[in-house]
Nanobody, 118 residues
Framework: VQLVESGGGLVQAGGSLRLSCAAS????????MGWYRQAPGKQRELVAI???????NYADSVKGRFTISRDNAKNTMYLRMSSLKPEETAVYCC?????????????WGQGTQVTVSS
């Protein structure tokens, strides 16, 4: 499975961005998928996760402002971010997990930079 993120960039505080994560390869086995972020000098943290049947879970800090979604027909996951804050400047990475023949796999994209200016 290969994951490629896009949609990052520079945005002012209070603005919005939509990130995309395009998956290719053995996408039929992917579940769940999620977005993580890592700010300079900080540990990577989970932002949002989406499980089959549309169940989602969010970090408390982004609830009500971020929306994760997945288009299975396009093998693409999205993260709609609104009311962005400067402290949310980070590299955002998508993650996918799969289980095939009893073996668990963990895949990561290369990340996309999100910079929120004050």
């Amino acid at each position: 499975v290969q994951l490629v993120e896009s949609g990052g960039g520079l945005v002012q505080a209070g603005g919005s961005l939509r990130l995309s994560c395009a998956a290719s390869g053995s996408t039929f086995s992917i579940n769940p998928m999620g977005w993580y972020r890592q700010a300079p000098g900080k540990q990577r943290e989970l932002v949002a996760i989406i499980i089959s049947a549309g169940r989602t879970n969010y970090a408390d800090s982004v609830k009500g402002r971020f929306t994760i979604s997945r288009d299975n027909a396009k093998n693409t996951m999205y993260l709609r971010m609104s009311s962005l804050k400067p402290e949310e400047t980070a590299v955002y990475c998508c993650n996918a997990k799969s289980l095939r023949a009893g073996v668990a796999y963990d895949y990561w994209g290369q990340g996309t930079q999100v910079t929120v200016s004050s």
